[in-house]
Structure formats: structure tokens, C-alpha cells
T-cell receptor
Framework: DGGITQSPKYLFRKEGQNVTLSCEQNLNHDAMYWYRQDPGQGLRLIYYSQIVNDFQKGDIAEGYSVSREKKESFPLTVTSAQKNPTAFYLC??????????FGQGTRLTVV | AQSVTQPDIHITVSEGASLELRCNYSYGATPYLFWYVQSPGQGLQLLLKYFSGDTLVQGIKGFEAEFKRSQSSFNLRKPSVHWSDAAEYFCAVRTQAGTALIFGKGTTLSVSS
């Protein structure tokens, strides 16, 4: 089945630690996105990529980094510079001119 | 800059009653418009979309939405709500030249029996 897979579903981070969230899609979509969701805030764009080896910052990129070495994969690293990383993270992909498809999300908690 | 406003944070309707969720956008031209639904702890599922043409669009699960250019609105409606419709609903826009979706802050729907 085609779709977007995010892993892990739950992730715990210690203070000062970097963690990486995985996002894989087999929809052959060119564009991929990372959003952060906090209660009452909607979804805010962290990073996006329209083609392999290229990506752009979204509205809240500070403290995050990404890579796009393969069309299918768009991992997000939450660095120690992100002071308030506890949130629900959603990955999406999109073919040009159509709607975005979302993964099931990763809930990150700082412990 | 584009923005999306969902004026209602939380709405409660009785099962079987009709529903309307409001969405207003700020953008100079006609954007692409979307409604997504999210169950707790899950990803987002597309309910319907408007790109062009007929301003009344039908979606999944019996939902529909109407694009009103004069009001910059794209309100979501359902004639008869079921308990399983309880969820969070997001309106989103994308410019025709843009790429990323811009989301409203969401409306939480509760359904009472």
C-alpha cells in the first residue's frame, strides 16, 4: 500500500540530546514537509523540500535540521538548540498541484 | 502573507443536528482550499478540496464545503452529524504558485447524544 510512514510513534529526548524523526513515502511525490503541532496552535511549517538535495526553512526552523538525500526520505533532526521540542510532529508529501498526504505523526517528549 | 482563520475553537452539536465550521482566509487571489480532519493522536485525513470550478464541493463522510469569493470563506457543512464525527478539523490554503499548506488553528468538534 502506498503511503507515508513516520517512526517512531513515540520518542523521548533527554535535555541536550539530538534526536531524529524518520519519514518515508512510497507515493513517488516530489515535495515533502515537516509540521509541528501544539495544542491550539494548528500546524506550523518547520522545513520543506521540493526536490532531492534541496530544502527550505519554514516558519519555525530554528533548532531543527533536515536532509533530502533520497526522494523517498525526509528525516528531521531536533537539535539541542530547540528549547521547547515537546510536540506532535507530522510529515507530509505532495505531488505538484494536488493535496498533501500526511503520516501518522511522532509524539516527542522531553524527559 | 496568507493566513487562515477558524473563529470557533470548540463546537458542540447534538447527534443528528446539522454542522457548519467556519473558515476565512486572507489572500489576494483565489487559493487552493482544503479541509482536513484529525482524530486524537493521528495524522490528518483530507475531507475535501477546492481548486476551481463549482464552488460547492462534496467530500468524504457526507461533508461539503462552499467557496465564497466575496467573503473569502470556505465553510464546512454536514446535514446530520454522527458521534464518529467528533474530531479536530483544520482548514488550509495554498497559493496557486506556492507549495506548503497554511493551516488554521483548528476547530474541535464534540458530539453530544
Amino acid at each position: 500500500d502506498g503511503g507515508i510512514t513516520q517512526s517512531p510513534k513515540y520518542l523521548f529526548r533527554k535535555e541536550g540530546q539530538n534526536v531524529t524523526l524518520s519519514c518515508e513515502q512510497n507515493l513517488n511525490h516530489d515535495a515533502m514537509y515537516w509540521y509541528r503541532q501544539d495544542p491550539g496552535q494548528g500546524l506550523r511549517l518547520i522545513y520543506y523540500s521540493q526536490i532531492v538535495n534541496d530544502f527550505q526553512k519554514g516558519d519555525i526552523a530554528e533548532g531543527y535540521s533536515v536532509s533530502r538525500e533520497k526522494k523517498e526520505s525526509f528525516p528531521l533532526t531536533v537539535t539541542s538548540a530547540q528549547k521547547n521540542p515537546t510536540a506532535f510532529y507530522l510529515c507530509a508529501s505532495q505531488r505538484q498541484g494536488t493535496e498533501a498526504f500526511f503520516g501518522q505523526g511522532t509524539r516527542l517528549t522531553v524527559v | 502573507a496568507q493566513s487562515v482563520t477558524q473563529p470557533d475553537i470548540h463546537i458542540t452539536v447534538s447527534e443528528g443536528a446539522s454542522l457548519e465550521l467556519r473558515c476565512n482566509y486572507s489572500y489576494g487571489a483565489t487559493p487552493y482550499l482544503f479541509w482536513y480532519v484529525q482524530s486524537p493522536g493521528q495524522g490528518l485525513q483530507l475531507l475535501l478540496k477546492y481548486f476551481s470550478g463549482d464552488t460547492l464541493v462534496q467530500g468524504i463522510k457526507g461533508f461539503e464545503a462552499e467557496f465564497k469569493r466575496s467573503q473569502s470563506s470556505f465553510n464546512l457543512r454536514k446535514p446530520s452529524v454522527h458521534w464518529s464525527d467528533a474530531a479536530e478539523y483544520f482548514c488550509a490554503v495554498r497559493t496557486q504558485a506556492g507549495t506548503a499548506l497554511i493551516f488554521g488553528k483548528g476547530t474541535t468538534l464534540s458530539v453530544s447524544s
